[in-house]
């Protein structure tokens, strides 16, 4: 059977209702008794997780109105400790410099689903990350913020937590005016030392498959692909 989980808080956020689907059978009335149930249910939005190689049921997800909308790919590596930093890196200590992260934390965002699928139409994209941003900063979803500093400006951000017995990167981002100056990847030592120092033996990433820069500097820092799932929004 496909599992579904409705989504209170996106629901909530959103103000209708979201749920979670993930197939886990290719049988083709078990995914259309899904999809009535999501009606019966007034579900607004549902959030279908299909695994790369069942062909078969990407293909009936797309044609009954699921858009792709995000090929998430998981990376993750046993934490390390690293040294030798050329770049100012430090905990954020909350000075006041909202804009700034503000604008780090949309450019975290740029391959979001929630800014590819046109159906959101009132600003939920920045809503969504400023919200993610402000949920970091009070140790919400995170337990650390991470900020380069270069030319008395942040440049960078990154943020770390925590899910179960290993430690996840959240947010992520270097001022467009910075790249290619090695900060994205001392950001990421850096939380890998946190990661460490904290006892966590795994530190994990979530991304998007085209996000191909992100990609590239997950594998440069040493992780490696632990999964990749499809993920379609289905507008009921």
């Given amino acids: 059977m496909n599992s579904i989980e409705y989504l209170p808080w996106d629901s909530a956020f959103f103000g209708f209702n979201v749920a979670r689907v993930v197939i886990n059978s290719e049988d083709p009335d078990n ?3 899904t999809l009535k149930i ?8 549902a959030y279908i997780l299909v695994v790369p190689d069942s062909n078969y049921m990407n293909t009936m997800v797309i044609e009954s109105g699921g858009k792709l909308v995000d090929k998430k790919i ?3 590596k046993t934490s390390a400790s690293h040294k030798g930093f050329r770049n100012d890196i430090m905990e954020y200590s909350g000075n006041g410099e909202d804009k700034e992260l503000s604008e780090l934390a949309l450019q975290a965002g740029l391959y979001s689903r929630f800014r590819i699928d046109g159906n959101f139409r009132d600003g939920e994209y920045e809503r969504l990350y400023k919200k993610w941003l402000e949920n970091s900063l009070n140790g919400k ?3 650390s913020v ?3 500093r270069t030319e008395e400006r942040i440049s960078g951000l990154i943020t770390l937590g925590a899910r179960g017995n290993f430690a996840d990167i959240g947010l992520l ?3 467009r005016s910075y790249v290619g100056m090695g900060i994205g990847s001392e950001l990421v030592y850096y939380a890998d030392n946190e990661a ?7 530190i994990k990433v979530v991304t998007q498959l085209d996000n191909e820069r992100a990609c590239l500097l997950y594998k440069k ?4 692909v632990e999964s990749l799932i499809n993920t379609y929004h289905m507008w009921l």
């Fill in 31 to 33: 995914y259309r008794q």
């Fill in 38 to 45: 999501l009606n019966e249910q007034h579900v607004r939005l």
């Fill in 74 to 76: 998981t990376f993750c």
């Fill in 141 to 143: 979803v995170a337990s």
């Fill in 146 to 148: 991470i900020i380069a």
């Fill in 173 to 175: 981002a270097v001022d």
């Fill in 196 to 202: 460490y120092a904290k006892g966590f033996s795994i």
């Fill in 221 to 224: 820092c040493g992780f490696s």
